[in-house]
């Protein structure tokens, strides 16, 4: 058996006369949730694959809502104080969770385990704007890295990793277990993706998107990224007229008329390009930066990609 034992959290060592008089008062005791070991998880996509990985070994809890937007959602006094009772947290970093990462940084200053997966996937680095990519962050960490399933597949065993090593009171063998079987649907991902995109013309693999968030994507299928909406790696920027013209020209010339915009941010902006270069551009939604609600079309990180890939074949394809 590899179960870690959980400390202090529940006694085992009552004295043989007690053990049958107080056998009912400890059992409650060791399932009450405030004895469980914690994990806690800033995005709501994070927080879908750490809960593949622990299962039932341990609670964990996701900070960001369904629909939410990671550069922007903040915390409540109830949830930051939820980072500092926790066993280890669990946050994408690279400068993501612009409002939250304070509060991480408090818990690490408290003695919590920490793991930032972003930096630890080989991320990769916005491309300069003449390549398409942001304006300011040209050169910097992109903080995106879920839209390559294989760095998915990497973090999931990383995060398996941090959870054995720092979560009393899981079974190792239970994490390892679930961390391979999410691994293989990780893989079928990953395969599934390379057919469905197969199927767009070379020509035609290119990307403009309403912020930069689609380069690992990009660089793992070989699509080509045009530009963005809003010409930044974050949602809180926000474009010039001269940035829309900039794009709209860009855009002519490559010959795209499909704009990707996320399903939970304003549309408006990608309609002013629609305007722009007329009714034959197509405003396509994705799921990019948060997963939805249950049964709302991709409430966890498998149906969020697959989502994706298809709106994307269809609308790259003309299908």
């Known amino acids: 058996m590899t179960r870690k034992t959980p400390g202090a959290r529940c006694a085992r060592t009552f004295l043989p006369a007690l053990v049958t008089l ?20 800033t995005t709501n996509i994070l927080g879908d694959i750490t809960q593949e990985i622990v299962g039932d070994e341990a609670e964990v809890t996701v900070l960001m809502k369904p629909n939410a937007d990671p550069h922007s959602f903040g915390l409540s006094a109830v949830q930051a104080a939820e980072l500092e009772r926790a066993d280890l947290v669990v946050f994408n970093g690279l400068g993501l969770e612009e409002n939250v990462l304070r509060h991480v940084d408090a818990a690490r200053e408290s003695g919590v385990a920490t793991f930032e997966v972003g930096r630890a996937v080989d991320p990769l680095t916005f491309q300069a704007h003449d390549d398409g990519g942001p304006e300011e962050e040209a050169g910097e960490p992109d903080p995106h890295f879920w839209t390559d399933p294989d760095r998915v597949r990497e973090a999931a065993g990383l995060i398996a990793r941090q959870v054995t090593e720092h979560v009393d009171g899981v079974d190792e063998k239970a994490i390892h277990a679930n961390a391979d079987r999410y691994d293989t649907q990780l893989a079928d991902l990953t395969t599934w993706m390379e057919k469905s995109f197969a199927r767009i013309p070379e020509e035609q693999r290119a990307l403009v998107t309403n912020h930069h968030v689609f380069g690992y994507l990009a660089e793992r299928f070989d699509f080509r990224v045009v530009g963005a909406v809003i010409p930044s790696g974050t949602t809180l920027a926000s474009p010039s007229s001269s940035d829309l013209r900039s794009l709209t020209q860009a855009m002519r010339e490559a010959g795209v008329r499909t704009v990707f915009a996320d399903s939970s941010q304003p549309k408006r902006l990608a309609e002013v390009l629609r305007t722009e270069l007329g009714d034959g551009v197509r405003v396509v939604e994705l799921y990019s930066e948060s997963l939805t609600e249950p049964a709302r079309g991709a409430d966890t990180y498998l149906q969020m990609m697959r989502a994706n890939t298809t709106a994307m074949a269809d609308g790259l394809s003309g299908a």
Do not use: L
């Open 22 to 41: 107080f056998t009912a008062g400890a059992a409650t005791a060791c399932v009450n949730d405030d004895d469980r070991p914690r994990v806690v998880v």
